[in-house]
């Protein structure tokens, strides 16, 4: 293998690192998120109801879920259709 082939390859596999990392990153980020809502579903879904489910949307859309282009889909399947 010659030394430009050598380094090119060697570039790409930086490049596809760095990806792989922000992309570990931001699903780490989702997982959080997603487990603070669970997390605050089984405190208060019983005992708050429609009030608390409307807060949790509220939320869920201020933590980044705005680009999910089924949004409303994921917060009524979230909410249990309430």
């Known amino acids: 293998m010659s030394d430009e082939c050598y380094d090119h390859t060697i570039r790409l596999l930086r490049e596809f690192r760095k990806e792989m990392q922000e992309m570990c990153e931001d699903l780490n980020s989702r997982l959080d998120i997603i487990i603070r809502i669970g997390s605050s579903l089984t405190e208060s879904h019983a005992a708050h109801g429609r009030g608390s ?20 889909a994921f917060l009524d399947d979230l909410s249990g259709n309430i």
């Open 53 to 72: 489910i409307a807060a949790l949307q509220q939320r869920v859309r201020q933590d980044g879920f705005k680009h999910l282009q089924d949004e409303k």
